[in-house]
């Protein structure tokens, strides 16, 4: 019987993100399979088997490298506004969150890799993740308040669209 977990952890590997396992339902690393967090992410398929054989209801984190960008909106009115300043990005890869929120994948220009910190906001209701330092639970991860599901499907890095100018800081 095929775990769906499984399949979408090894094809984001495939995509070139290191992935980590999460605790079931929740949104932090699974403390005994990946004990120092996103330092366990990896892409390699015999780790990844050995995880959700260990737990197979655990969720799916994945480590973006460091030349890519996600926009974390947490506040739907935001991301409508930058979506409606910038309608490239609707075709950039994103998922929804449980809470309605979205992830919105990019690359970074040469110039910026290096230079943005996953802490730096730039608007309210937005973060910005990735960038080799900050993980997400990526689909399909269940919460108790629902799952992550994408809209538009995750690409390799390489083939990310940039981020616009005036999107990041």
């Not at 019987?1 to 079931?24: H, I, K, T």
């Not at 993740?129 to 992550?148: F, H, S, V």
């Amino acid at each position: 019987m095929s775990n769906p977990l499984l399949q979408a952890a090894l094809g984001y590997a495939r995509l070139g993100y290191p992935v980590l396992p999460l605790q079931p339902g929740e949104k932090r690393p699974h403390s005994r399979l990946a004990p120092n967090g996103l330092k366990n992410a990896t892409h390699a398929p015999e780790a990844l088997r050995r995880w959700w054989q260990a737990v197979p209801g655990a969720g799916v984190g994945i480590l973006p490298p460091a030349e890519v960008l996600v926009l974390d909106f947490d506040a739907p009115e935001v991301w409508d506004a930058l979506r409606g300043e910038h309608p490239e990005l609707a075709e950039a890869p994103r998922q929804r969150t449980p809470r309605g929120g979205v992830h919105v994948f990019l690359k970074l220009p040469e110039g910026v890799i290096g230079s943005l910190t996953s802490s730096t906001r730039k608007l309210p209701g937005l973060d910005l993740r990735g960038l080799g330092r900050a993980y997400l639970a990526a689909a399909p991860t269940e919460l108790p308040k629902g799952g992550y599901v994408w809209e538009v499907p995750l690409l390799p890095p390489a083939e990310l669209a940039p981020a616009p100018r005036g999107a990041t800081p």
